[in-house]
């Protein structure tokens, strides 16, 4: 059985749709009705893996509050493990302010609450689920030394270390060093690299400098235009799958955690590619976050028309 680990955020998302994102200083009128939806870049690559056939534990900490409840209560509708969640009596569960556009695309603002107070002693009570699985997954939406200590731990029992380096930040090149496979959007590689990712020299010289940090895979999306996976091979473009879009929210979530699981089961990397393009693909073609995640038949069907 495929086994990953996520280590990273819970939030309840808050979904208003609106014509257009507001302007600085602008007000829109939205939707009437206003979304909660069980979400977190974390809880959002677990539910994917989960759904998608892994074995997966969900490492990260909710408040206690009736958003937290609800956050474990989808995780484990998922086949998620979700007792390595820490409840925060005296904190607020996450929360995204999600504003979504006609055509898609999303604003988004978080309030981390509870993922704030993530530390690395709470990844060293979890080393076991580390130490057994696959792969883990990480990103950003927590403090930085639980990030850090996730990858040492995954490292030090030869577990394969995926980071997803969202939101965009800055990153000490002990992480960078740790991670095998880096999967960030052009704004975090850019933001990483210090190179613009415009052109295909930008792109080398941005993936040549990350590389340099110890990276061997570099998989940058690329939103409707798809992702290129990045080795010592070279550069390697996969074309997004047409559809039409609705709601981007977790799109790039259903993409790493479909990569992840297909890597675990065995795939090539150009493979896993493919099955983090068509779960992303069919993530935006429904609303929310977590609900918009395909099963694992409904992968396998879009899979079979590329």
């Known amino acids: 059985?495929?086994?990953?680990?996520?280590?990273?955020?819970?939030?309840?998302?808050?979904?208003?749709?609106?014509?257009?994102?507001?302007?600085?200083?602008?007000?829109?009128?939205?939707?009437?009705?206003?979304?909660?939806i069980p979400g977190g870049k974390g809880a959002n690559q677990a539910y994917a893996s989960a759904r998608l056939g892994a074995e997966v534990a969900m490492i990260?900490?909710?408040?206690?509050?009736t958003f937290?409840?609800?956050?474990?209560?989808?995780?484990?509708?998922?086949?998620?493990d979700t007792q390595h969640i820490i409840h925060e009596t005296d904190a607020s569960t996450g929360v995204a302010l999600i504003v979504v556009e006609e055509g898609g695309q999303n604003s988004i603002v978080v309030s981390s609450g509870a993922n704030s107070r993530i530390t690395p002693s709470d990844i060293s009570q979890a080393e076991a689920v580390i130490r057994s699985a696959n792969l883990i997954l990480l990103q950003l939406e927590i403090p930085l030394p639980a990030v850090v200590k996730a990858a040492q731990c995954a490292r030090h029992h030869g577990v394969k270390v995926i980071l997803n380096p969202a939101p965009a930040q800055h990153l000490p090149t002990e992480l960078l060093s740790l991670t095998d496979i880096l999967i960030p959007n052009e704004t975090e590689t850019a933001i990483l690299s210090g190179y613009d990712v415009g052109t295909e020299d930008e792109i080398r010289h941005a993936a040549s400098g990350l590389r340099q940090s110890g990276i061997k895979t570099i998989i940058m999306t690329q939103g409707c235009r798809g992702a290129l996976l990045i080795t010592e091979n070279g550069i390697e473009h996969f074309p997004a799958i047409p559809v039409k879009p609705v709601d981007t929210t977790a799109a790039g979530d259903a993409f790493v955690g479909?990569?992840?699981?297909?890597?675990?089961?065995?795939?090539?990397?150009?493979?896993?590619?493919r099955h983090g393009n068509a779960a992303g693909a069919l993530t935006s073609t429904k609303q929310g976050a977590q609900p918009s995640i395909p099963s694992r038949d409904d992968l396998d069907k879009m899979l079979k028309t590329m």
């Open 60 to 65: 990260g900490r909710v408040g206690g509050d």
């Open 1 to 36: 059985m495929v086994r990953i680990a996520v280590i990273g955020s819970l939030n309840m998302d808050l979904v208003i749709r609106a014509p257009r994102i507001p302007k600085p200083g602008e007000t829109v009128l939205g939707a009437d009705n206003l979304l909660m």
């Open 258 to 273: 479909s990569f992840a699981v297909a890597l675990a089961e065995g795939r090539s990397l150009r493979e896993a590619v």
């Open 68 to 80: 937290g409840e609800q956050m474990i209560n989808s995780l484990k509708k998922a086949g998620v």
